[in-house]
């Protein structure tokens, strides 16, 4: 008989954003006349950038001809988009990384799914709370997990991020094994120092744990001091994985592209204690169940590291930021404590003594504007909503107006 | 302490196609003169077809405006692919396969390795040999076999297909869980007729077991009553799941998309014997794991089916079958038996007493061709290799006719 892996039972029915996009509908259907703009899921609206867009046709005209078609590439990507990234995004930044440590990808949410693959089972999780729900999603469909119980599943350590903590996790009292963290984060915008991430790659290191970090935004940085890469904090490549994705950095989350960064001293280690090298691993899962992304799409993110690249994909991210300050500001006129939209995109508001689904279903049903509710995120977002900066000016100047309406009765609109 | 996923240990160390590639590196560095004409890797090597190369361009196209750029997409594929593809390729055969039931990815070695992750984790398995080494290594890297001993994982029914059987699957002895099986083969080229496969769907339903059909290179069937999909088999919607790919159908082999089916009426059993729905679960894998395929990749991939591109299409798979019919014919020639080449891309040869890695190390050194040692798809397939029909007329005439003169001292060259 064949049976199912019965920890898909332990997993909430569906996936977040599924939900929302659900709910979203069914209201759309019910009132087909009314007006939504979308701050929820975290969607980039604008379109890829000019250099991109021709990157993208040259690399489709390359296609064409049998001279300069290209079939099969590298599973681990092309290396001239490895060489670009590691100089651009690492070497120019005092950190070493080398080509052939970056693993190109059709993503950071496979590979932040996928990367949990090549730790044994019954290695001890810490997670932070409220975070991106793919890390703990795909740790149960792999037995990482017990149940789900009272908002949590058993055998994680959950690392809350609250206002009381500057919504930082902090190092867990019991002993870990393997790290999430993301920065900017993914939900609350917030960021970490090199000193206070200093913290965690001396505690894998001291307790032979591994971080996965995930720096999806580390492009909406503004404040210089911070790092944008774990690998500017010393000692880190020994001790961290980190994902990267083009999706929110140049607008590529309808093209598909993102990359994983496994220094070639990441160590793990076998059931006698003996170090295994992870680049080996994540090489041979690369390689075994995933062919390389498209060739235009390849190019297309090269084309974000050329000179007129940088700087459309720079504007643009001003142009979300932009957003972001003018969200920061109506939230903060409105009397809500609010974190992020500083250095990131996202926006993590305080709705206090509202449940996040019913403030969710609030804003959509009177502003008819989608945020993303909190509990989505875990346990310790259940009185927040997220409200995301990636739409138009005029749309987010209408859902700013639209949401101050609906939570005041009073219109800023002349 | 982080541990590792041990079961990595029990792969042998890479994978089969790098180790050629590697090879192949290693013989052109030493003789930088040698003309080398690749039939090994089963890589394609004609241009996309102009419909396909337009539909691509106009993808891109709407990325680059506001008004119709495209972000996150369903992750299960736009609803204008899957209703092409379930129109096309199920219902105008008379498989009642719907759209819903069509899961768009980036290829079928993705979900072909992918799919494991639904089932628990000792089950029992029963895997062609030779076949793609991708359903295999990835069943030993989730710890469903015991170690690599004599040329085979403990733990695995493996169904021999040699030249007695006709290169068929058995029905194997004991009772299996899983099923994997592939028509038109890779490598063998051999096909299973309707009759073949109801036997296979007979055994699944009354042993609750599950088949994994991997139709990759159903586009090459030219004997019309072969069945092209799983789905021309009563029944085999409860039992069945199929793999497709664009990747040898229309060269979208560095361009990457693929499809799963899974009928809603598909099941396998919990651990109590009830009854749960494959697509659910599938669903959920796809929507927390993967984020759909590019939306420029998915325009190229519909205009497959357009007027213009089901002939243009069909003309690279006439000429690469040119191709194979002169690779069958040369064998032949040369007093080989082989199999395949008739509705399939690769020509299977028997060796003899040759044993498959000297086999191609001879083809290289001393004709330049690249083929596929058989050992690399298993046990049985230790005195074969694999010839590809993927290249040029011209290359293919060439690579023949050194073929010859390395194996005869005689060329058929005027």
């Known amino acids: 008989m064949i049976r199912a892996n019965d920890n898909y039972n332990k997993l909430k029915a569906s996936y977040l954003f599924s939900d929302i996009a659900k709910k979203v509908d069914e209201y759309q259907q019910k009132n087909p006349g009314a007006q939504i703009i979308r701050l929820g899921i975290g969607d980039v609206t604008r379109a890829l950038v000019p250099a991109v867009i021709k990157g993208f046709h040259q690399g489709v005209d390359e296609m064409a001809n049998d001279a300069t078609f290209r079939g099969y590439g590298p599973e681990q990507g092309y290396d001239f988009l490895r ?6 995004d690492f070497q120019d930044r005092g950190a070493d990384i080398s080509a052939d440590e970056i693993f190109v990808s059709d993503g950071a949410k496979c590979d932040t799914g996928n990367f949990q693959e090549l730790f044994a089972t019954d290695i001890k999780l810490a997670i932070p709370d409220p975070v991106y729900p793919v890390y703990l999603d795909t740790n149960v469909m792999a037995g990482r997990t017990g149940e789900f119980e009272d908002g949590r599943y058993n055998g994680i350590v959950y690392m809350d991020c609250l206002k009381e903590n500057n919504f930082l996790p902090r190092l867990p009292d019991e002993s870990v094994d393997l790290i999430y963290l993301c920065f900017p984060n993914n939900p609350t915008g917030s960021t970490a120092t090199k000193a206070e991430l200093k913290v965690w790659v001396d505690y894998a290191k001291e307790n032979k744990a591994l971080i996965l970090f995930d720096a999806a935004y580390e492009a909406f940085i503004r404040e210089e001091p911070l790092p944008r890469s774990i690998y500017e904090i010393e000692g880190a490549k020994e001790v961290a994985v980190e994902f990267r994705s083009f999706s929110k950095t140049a607008g590529f989350t309808g093209t598909r592209c993102g990359f994983t960064v496994v220094p070639k001293e990441c160590m793990v280690f076998n059931s006698k204690g003996e170090k295994i090298f992870l680049h080996a691993m994540w090489n041979r899962r690369h390689t075994t169940k995933f062919n390389g992304v498209s060739y235009p799409v390849q190019k297309a993110a090269q084309a974000v590291y ?6 459309q994909v720079k504007q643009q991210i001003d142009d979300y930021m932009n957003n972001a300050d003018i969200i920061r500001k109506t939230v903060a006129s409105l009397g809500f404590d609010y974190v992020g939209g500083k250095n990131s995109p996202y926006i993590w508001v305080d709705g206090k003594d509202r449940d996040s689904w019913d403030f969710f279903d609030l804003l959509l049903t009177k502003a008819g504007v989608v945020c993303t509710p909190g509990a989505g995120f875990g346990k310790c ?12 000016l005029e749309n987010v100047i209408l859902a700013m107006d639209k949401l101050k309406e609906a939570l005041t009765g009073r219109s800023s609109a002349k």
């Open 381 to 392: 977002g259940r009185q927040y909503i997220r409200i995301s900066a990636f739409n138009s």
């Open 83 to 88: 060489q670009t990234i590691a100089k651009n």
């Open 306 to 311: 050329s000179e007129e690249g940088k700087v």
